[in-house]
């Protein structure tokens, strides 16, 4: 079995070596006395970077490719495209993967029941909007199987047949995405799940580099013109004006 990590980056110099430095250490505790059953590759896709992202990525030993496009969607789509595992692991730059949730990713692995799975979110030092939103998401993906976009994990040739994340959209492309392969998953008898025991450690940088009035009238323009405003990237500050 090879496991694909696929890593999105844009300008992501800050996060992006210990980024990889998690994933290795959970690999090295949760695979212990089974490395010759888990194969493991980095594809960290540089998403138009203008910092060190790339050269940093590449140091730490991960395949880099370059997706000139800045929507993640795409970029996580390039990766894809470039990995050569059975599984895919898409994982934001800006997370820290734990031993215990690689190994409830290997256990569901071999488990042969399920198709995919997501990750509950965990954050530190969230001020109070934060931490009502996140309290919500976490609500809404445990209710509806919807994965973060920060951790989705999917057999490879399950993301081929539905064609990967819908390019369509700038955002809740994670949700979409869940949607679809939960529907595969009941057409082919399996599962997609959101794996609940070890919430996937990601960073608050969003809540802090932006107000609550920020954050609020963003949520805003989502709520009121959900369709419109998920395929206007002009319209998604807060996921692409760059700031870092």
Known sequence: ????????????????????QHIAVAVEVSCAGQA????????????????ATACLAEQAGAMVVFEPVN????????????????????IDADCELSAGLLGDVLELIR???????????????????ARRL?????????????A???????????????GGFN???????????????KKYARQQRSKFIVLREHPLQTSNRKVSLYSERELRAQMLRLILRPRKA????????????GRR
């Open 167 to 181: 390019e369509e959209l700038f955002v809740a492309e994670e949700i979409d995405f869940s949607r679809r392969i």
């Open 111 to 129: 488990s042969g029941e399920h198709v995919g799975c997501g990750s509950l979110v965990a954050m530190h030092d969230m001020p109070h909007l």
């Open 71 to 90: 929507q993640i969607a795409k970029a996580r789509n390039t990766g894809a495209r470039a990995a050569t595992g059975d599984w895919l692991v898409f």
């Open 134 to 146: 996140l309290k919500l998401w976490t609500w809404l993906s445990v209710k509806l199987n919807w």
């Open 230 to 241: 998920m395929r206007d990237k002009a319209a998604l500050a807060v996921w692409y004006d």
């Open 148 to 162: 973060a976009g920060s951790f989705v994990t999917c057999r490879a040739d399950v993301f081929a047949a539905l």
């Open 36 to 51: 010759h059953d888990v194969d493991v590759e980095y594809v960290v896709v540089d998403n138009n970077s203008t910092d």
């Open 1 to 20: 079995m090879k496991l694909s990590f696929v890593i999105p980056a844009y300008n992501e110099a800050a996060w992006i070596e210990r980024c990889l």
